[in-house]
């Protein structure tokens, strides 16, 4: 049986293309609308709730979200769902209490590193851009990867060849209308994603439900050994797909997952970005009170297409055979099961619009990643070490450094192996900076003796979280260290805040900070 | 067990499919109005832009 067999046709293509002309056209226009430095890296701060809102959610529902979401979905079946438990339960938190994200918004300060050097000094503004931008452009590494192989498994293409120029294809479009536009483009560009990939979704999603049915759900755990119980250890489902690995969830991940978590809701720069974005501190606490809607959907509906690919493979032995097959000589990885689901289930016609849908959210996810890391290479790296610049030069350096992290993400894409979940991916390259940025804005923030020398050690403590990365993880147990990435991902919150209580106890601030944040009481 | 935890799932898919639906039209609405009123506040810093070009020249 053929693996790759699709319901795409010509017809759908032609929607897809004609949805990326449009965007192209988008970007050129948005240009007329950057008058400033403030223009281009936060749309000079106009934004209202409901604006932020659609704007976050584009940038939010990446389609890498979909890849790793559905590929958890497929490996652990219901027990992924409590990802998106914590989310919402730490976005609504923080929207009920204003915690960190109404005082940071109060500082007026357009990136978060803006604010080291206004709490502590220009060396930490350099350092934790510095720790941002590495972890952030790692994060973002396998982005590409992950949606050109979504194009290619959900419209039938086997050739190696066909992934590398879509990945580059893709990037290209990217590129150019950022590069134009900034933040202004990003934000006009997101909105209309965020209807076209609002409409891919109900389509989606109500095909799936039509395909499975509500009974198809229930059998996936009381016939398919699907998993529900994310305290359970074991995977169940890996009996019947030999793809799935023994260890299930349990505790030590969701404690894992808790920081990672509950600091990237607060603190992941393009998340932060639209937060200082936003007109005042209290749209910054109303953004974060409605968040749980948008963050918890972005979870909770990939991992039902993900559940619905596990229940179609598990219950059709032909394609079953073929995927394990294909999984087993690596020609398809398991993040790839969704789409080549999808391919199956969803009619010609409506399979194009699913397909611009998930291209939207690959580019309003890649626009706003692109900028925020940018801005901070230009605003709190480059401009504290050789600045002054004038504002003309910030914006070609900011557009200067989205052509060159488009180069790095190209390049890593296409050599870089995963040999663990995407999702464990993700979450250990943004420990790199998570785990020192936490400790040091809150406690910048709300504790009176935070120090410099504290927020050096915090910083520089998220490095730890490199060593979770796989080919570091193949390194310590070739030494003899057989440690998993949730030890040292939890190891590196440790040291950070550790390191950051530690520093500011023993090298505590000589004297009051030059513009230190009024905010810190 | 398996009855609690598939409860407790199926309130959640109903609840994030359902508020996500509701926010999408709310969100949508509201949105492009929005829009308009960011773009003609833009618009004004591109003005003054294009009468005192000085502006972006001066060091930061």
Not at chain 1, 10 to 33: E, H
Not at chain 1, 49 to 66: K, P, Q, Y
Request: proline share 3%; net charge neutral.
């Amino acid at each position: 049986m053929n693996l790759y067999q699709t319901n795409f046709t010509q017809v759908d293509s032609v929607i897809v293309v004609v949805y990326l002309l449009g965007s192209l056209v988008i970007g050129i226009w948005a240009n007329r609308y950057v008058g400033n430095l403030s223009d281009y890296l936060v749309a000079g701060r106009t934004l209202r709730i409901r604006l932020a809102l659609a704007s976050m959610t584009g940038t939010e529902f990446g389609l890498v979200t979909f890849m790793y979401m559905s590929e958890l979905g497929f490996l652990q079946q219901f027990a992924a769902l409590y990802l998106g438990v914590l989310e919402g339960v730490a976005v609504l938190t923080v929207g009920l209490t204003g915690f960190l994200v109404y005082r940071l918004r109060q500082t007026e300060v357009m990136t978060v590193p803006e604010y080291y050097q206004r709490r502590f000094s220009p060396g930490v503004r350099v350092v934790g851009g510095t720790m941002m931008v590495l972890s952030g452009v790692l994060n973002m590494g396998l982005f590409l990867k992950a949606g050109s192989q979504f194009i290619t498994a959900i419209s039938g293409l086997q050739d190696e060849m066909y992934l590398k120029w879509i990945m580059t294809g893709l990037l290209l479009l990217v590129l150019f209308y950022t590069v134009l536009g900034g933040m202004v483009s990003v934000v006009i560009t997101d909105l209309i994603q965020f209807f076209v990939l609002g409409v891919g979704m109900v389509v989606v999603t109500g095909f799936v439900v039509y395909n499975i049915g509500l009974d198809g759900f229930q059998h996936v755990v009381t016939q398919y050994a699907g998993c529900y119980d994310p305290t359970d250890s074991v995977n169940r489902s890996a009996t019947l797909l030999p793809a799935a690995t023994q260890q299930g969830i349990g505790y030590k991940t969701i404690f894992q997952m808790a920081a990672i978590i509950g600091s990237a809701s607060l603190l992941w720069p393009p998340m932060a970005s639209r937060t200082l974005a936003v007109q005042s501190s209290e749209v910054a606490q109303r953004l974060y009170r409605f968040s749980p809607i948008p963050l918890l959907a972005r979870n909770v509906i990939p991992i039902i297409w993900g559940i619905a690919a596990y229940y179609y493979f598990a219950t059709n032995d032909g394609f079953r055979e073929a995927l394990s097959a294909a999984l087993a000589d690596e020609s398809v990885q398991t993040w790839s099961a969704m789409p080549l689901y999808l391919s199956k289930v969803i009619p010609t016609g409506c399979i194009g619009l699913v397909t611009a849908g998930m291209v939207a959210a690959f580019m309003s996810t890649h626009d706003s990643y692109l900028l925020c890391w940018s801005g901070v290479i230009t605003q709190d790296i480059l401009g504290p070490l050789f600045g002054p610049f004038s504002q003309r030069t910030r914006i070609l350096i900011t557009r200067i450094g989205i052509l060159a992290i488009g180069a790095v993400l190209l390049t890593w894409g296409l050599w870089y192996e995963l040999s663990s979940n995407l999702w464990n991916y993700m979450a250990v390259t943004g420990t790199v900076y998570l785990a020192g940025a936490l400790p040091v804005v809150a406690g910048g923030l709300y504790w009176k003796r935070a120090s410099t020398a504290g927020a050096y050690f915090a910083l520089l403590g998220g490095l730890t979280g490199l060593l979770a990365m796989d080919p570091s993880i193949a390194m310590l147990k070739k030494l003899g260290l057989t440690v998993s990435g949730a030890d040292i991902t939890l190891l590196a919150f440790a040291v950070s805040a550790g390191g950051f209580v530690a520093g500011s106890l023993l090298w505590p601030n000589r004297k009051a900070t030059p513009g230190r944040d009024e905010t810190t009481n | 067990m398996m009855q609690l935890w598939m409860t407790l799932w199926t309130i959640l898919l109903v609840v994030s499919c359902g508020t996500f639906l509701g926010m999408m039209v709310l969100v949508g609405r509201g949105a492009v109005r929005e829009l308009r009123e960011t773009l003609s506040e833009l618009k004004e810093d591109t003005r003054e832009a294009r009468e005192h070009p000085e502006i972006l020249d001066q060091e930061i």
